[in-house]
């Protein structure tokens, strides 16, 4: 083994002894609740398929039509060769659907963070990030040319704070997460508005765990709280059931993105067959209000159960339910027995979440039976016990 080869095996040996380390899983089924994994059937509890449109036949129909029109590929950026008329229909679903002028795609939801957040601010400007902000979005800050100020998670105390300190800036953005993807809860946009209003700030969301779930018609955290910030952003991959990423706003703020967003001046554009899915699916979410009840039933009943045995489970209204373990090894060894009873549902560790708060997330879907459910609460009720989590 070279030298260059043993500095890794050397910080790989360290993550090993911390719990830390990490392996690919293999998917040998179609998304659902049960789904074989490695050559077991697991029932699975961690999926972001919240309503089971990863494997809808209106979607994969949709799909394969227009495979046979465009084929597999989009073959450049959009700027290029790759711009198709699925993916201005798309565009303009997504805005109607977000209730914004315009839509610009990105080919993830990660690339659409990255891309605003080293664009629109500029030096001179300070960025206001919740302290739990998602991975993307910490890129996106360390990316800008812009300061990034971090306040504490939710606490519109110290975002005021922090917003009358940082009054010499030339422009401020407050950027969050619609609904934190490891915690569960909903930010208070409601309130980050009103403080944005006051102080002379911009609104960025990333409405990623919120869009189909949350609001009247699924449109996400802005319906929820009857607001409309300055720039959403968003994924095709979790309620979607496709791929990609999206910003929704403004048609001036969509035309600044398509001239100034490095991520999607350089991304090769997501296929057409996959934005002809996606579009149906909008179609599909904004007519399953019955699923998205019935999702909120589930997750409700869930939560007070594993509360009632002696979990300390945090989250909101949607469909994420962490449940604290605590250390990193004890989370990977409950994870563990869980996949032993057939349950997938892996460890969240550090550097995810703080040392102290390694967790079993766990996500609900539309598609899950009570029978399932109930399967997995007593699995948390034995394990529970045998590892001493609950008592």
């Given at each position: ?184 809860n ?75 967003a ?9 296929s057409p067959?996959s ?25 409700q ?8 045995l ?41 550097p ?40």
């Open positions: 083994m070279g030298e260059f080869d043993q500095r890794l095996n050397n910080r790989l040996a360290e993550r090993k002894k911390q719990g830390l380390y990490r392996k690919l899983k293999t998917m040998n089924t179609a998304p659902g609740p049960r789904v074989d994994i490695n050559g077991e059937k697991q029932l699975v509890f961690s999926s972001n398929n919240y309503l089971g449109l990863a494997n809808d036949q209106r979607l994969i129909n949709a799909a394969k039509a227009t495979l046979d029109e465009f084929g597999v590929g989009s073959s450049g950026s959009r700027l290029t060769t790759g711009n198709s008329i699925w993916h201005e229909r798309l565009e303009e679903k997504v805005a109607q659907f977000k209730q914004t002028e315009a839509a610009l795609l990105f080919s993830n939801g990660y690339l659409a963070n990255v891309g605003v957040l080293s664009s629109l601010p500029e030096k001179g400007d300070v960025i206001l990030s919740d302290q739990l902000n998602h991975a993307s979005i910490i890129d996106g800050c360390r990316l800008s040319k812009a300061d990034t100020m971090i306040y504490n998670h939710v606490d519109m105390i110290d975002l005021e704070k922090k917003l009358k300190e940082e009054r010499s800036y030339q422009r401020r953005f407050i950027v969050t997460d619609g609904v934190f993807s490891m915690d569960g909903i930010a208070p946009l409601d309130k980050i508005m009103t403080l944005a209003s006051r102080y002379g700030a911009s609104v960025i969301v990333d409405d990623a765990h919120a869009t189909g779930v949350l609001g009247k018609h699924g449109r996400g955290t802005s319906e929820y709280f009857g607001i409309k910030p300055d720039v959403i952003i968003g994924t095709l991959s979790k309620a979607v059931g496709t791929e990609g990423g999206y910003v929704a706003g403004s048609k001036t703020l969509v035309d600044f993105l398509l001239n100034y490095r991520p999607f001046i350089f991304q090769t554009a997501i067959a934005c002809a899915a996606s579009s149906v699916a909008f179609d599909v979410i904004e007519s399953s209000m019955n699923k998205r009840e019935s999702l909120v039933s589930k997750v009943y869930l939560k007070m159960n594993l509360q009632e002696g979990y300390h489970v945090i989250g909101g209204q949607g469909p994420i339910v962490p449940v604290i373990i605590g250390e990193s090894q004890k989370a990977v060894s409950f994870a563990d027995r869980l996949r032993e009873k057939a349950i997938y549902a892996p460890a969240i560790r550090p995810t979440v703080s040392p102290s708060e390694s967790r079993i997330r766990l996500t609900l879907t539309s598609d899950h039976t009570d029978e399932e459910i109930d399967y997995l609460i007593e699995a948390f009720r034995f394990i529970g016990e045998e590892l001493k989590v609950i008592t």
